[in-house]
Structure formats: structure tokens, C-alpha cells
């Protein structure tokens, strides 16, 4: 008997997600921003995930949240605002999958992706891993661009 893979789902997040989605954002992203310096109190959580809400979709795998993706494409690139992943569940390639999702809406756009990320934050192995490079840094995040492929390096991949 075979194990099927959990289903794997994205759908726009609903006001009823702010209080999980909260609790996500403050489970990934607390240690990452005291780090580098950044307020993270829950007036600045909350603001955070707020931000581009109408882009807001929720991961979801076996129909359970598990995750949070906020992406948009504007006229010369897609923009991944942000990415977070329940901890218990990281490391199970749920975030490359969410991210695959952009990568081909870019290809099929023709355009880069980017996106910031925290210094010291190990999601930034993942977009190495995935073809974004460091394009440029200030004192707390790097900036990163993918680059959209030819037809013959998708073929390969």
C-alpha cells in the first residue's frame, strides 16, 4: 500500500485567518526580527500581516492551515511579501511548494520573482536553492531575484 503525499492547497485568506495567521506570524518571525534589531511587539505583527492582505492566501495540507503565502505581480516583476510556515511543519518542502506556485505564474509571465529576507533566516537556503540570488543588502535583510529561466533550463530542471 502506497502513502499518498498530503494534499497541498492555497486559498485566499479570510478575515476568520487573521487570529491563526497572527499566531503564525509571531511563531516565525519573532526571533528573526529581535535579531536584526526590528520591533517585533504585536502592533508591529499585527501591521505586518495586514499588509497586502488582499494577497494573502492560505497554505493549506489536508485542508488544514499550515502556512501563509503573500505574493502579486505588478507590471515588471512578481513580489513574494511573504512566506511563513508553521513551525512543526517546516522542512517538509511546504514552502518550496507554495513558492513553485509563484515561480511558474512568473515564468508563464516572463518575469522575476523577488523578495527580502532577514539576515540569518534559514528560509534564505531555500531561495538560494531555488534559483534567487542576492541582488543587493541594507544593515537587516538581503534582497533577492530570481531571474525568469529559458525554456530549456525548465526542461531541465
Request: aromatic content about 6%.
Amino acid at each position: 500500500m502506497s502513502v499518498q503525499e498530503p494534499a497541498f492547497t492555497l486559498r485566499p485568506a479570510l478575515d476568520t485567518d487573521e487570529a491563526f495567521l497572527f499566531e503564525l506570524r509571531k511563531a516565525t518571525m519573532t526571533e528573526h526580527l529581535a535579531r536584526v534589531g526590528e520591533p517585533s511587539d504585536d502592533i508591529e505583527h499585527r501591521a505586518r500581516l495586514l499588509h497586502r492582505y488582499d494577497t494573502a492566501r492560505v497554505i493549506c495540507i489536508d485542508g488544514e492551515p499550515a502556512g501563509l503565502l503573500k505574493a502579486h505581480r505588478t507590471q515588471t516583476e512578481w513580489v513574494v511579501v511573504q512566506l511563513q510556515i508553521m513551525p512543526s511543519l517546516q522542512g517538509r518542502g511546504i514552502g518550496e511548494r507554495a513558492l513553485q506556485s509563484v515561480l511558474r505564474a512568473a515564468q508563464a509571465d516572463a518575469l522575476p520573482v523577488t523578495l527580502k529576507v532577514l539576515k540569518g533566516n534559514p528560509a534564505q537556503r531555500l531561495y538560494e536553492r531555488l534559483g534567487f540570488e542576492i541582488v543587493g543588502a541594507d544593515d537587516r535583510q538581503f534582497y533577492m531575484r530570481r531571474a525568469p529561466r529559458a525554456p530549456t533550463e525548465i526542461e531541465a530542471e
